[in-house]
C-alpha cells in the first residue's frame, strides 16, 4: 500500500489517538489484534523514513 505523506500522517494521528482513548480509560483496552496492528504499523512507517545507512543526514 502506497501513502501520500498527508494520508500517512492523518493515518499516524488516528492510531495515536485511538491508543490515548484506550489509555485514558482504564478498565477499557485494546483487542490485542488491534494492539499488534498498530505496532506494525508504526513500524512500518518509522522504517520508511529512516535513511537508507551511509546516506547523508538532512538539514
Known sequence: M???AS???RLVDACALLVIAAESVPQA???PE???LLCELFD???ESTQA???SP???
Request: charged fraction near 10%; proline fraction near 19%; aromatic fraction near 0%.
Open 2 to 4: 502506497a501513502l501520500t
Open 7 to 9: 494520508e500517512a500522517s
Open 29 to 31: 483496552s485494546l483487542p
Open 34 to 36: 488491534m494492539a499488534t
Open 44 to 46: 512500518g512507517l518509522r
Open 52 to 54: 537508507p545507512p551511509g
Open 57 to 59: 543526514p538532512s538539514s
